[in-house]
């Protein structure tokens, strides 16, 4: 059983000392969690004994925590980063939706605002198409309904 003789000791064990594999952020936040169990645990000395503990009492509390709860300590760390992790992917993604979404409509109303110009170059090209085969079509009406044949309109420019 691995005894402590104070913080420096417990963070060089989860900090320190730990595999190359594992982020020492890791270790920081397990750090932070066994210092948090010792403010606990001085607030509950204070409120229970009538004064803050000394420093020998602190020295003893480090040498009296277990192995194990540095293991739990490793444990929580982990699973409050694991939280805070998905928290924040969860918050990220929200956001990028959100953006996407803005995006889309934005690019959907700009679409629709050069709709309505193309839409009028279109019925102007229409209009005019349309009239130019009507004059075609009145031109041709008039010749074919005349019976003009060219024979005929030659005598006619001839007279």
Known sequence: MTRFNGPEEVYA????????????????????????QRVEWVKHH???NGGPPTD???????????SGALLRA??????????YARSAIEIYMADFQKEIEEGIIVSEVRETKKFW???GVNLAGGLVSALLFASLL???????LNDSSP???GQHLVN
């Open 13 to 36: 064990e989860l900090v320190d000392k730990q595999p190359e594999n594992e982020d020492w952020l890791l270790g920081l936040v397990a750090f932070a969690v066994v210092e948090e």
């Open 46 to 48: 204070s409120e229970n």
């Open 56 to 66: 020998a009492d602190i020295r003893n509390w480090y040498l009296q925590l277990p």
């Open 74 to 83: 490793r444990d929580t760390a982990e699973a409050r980063l694991t939280d």
């Open 117 to 119: 110009p193309q839409f």
């Open 138 to 144: 009145t031109l041709m009406a008039v010749f074919v």
């Open 151 to 153: 024979v005929k309109i």
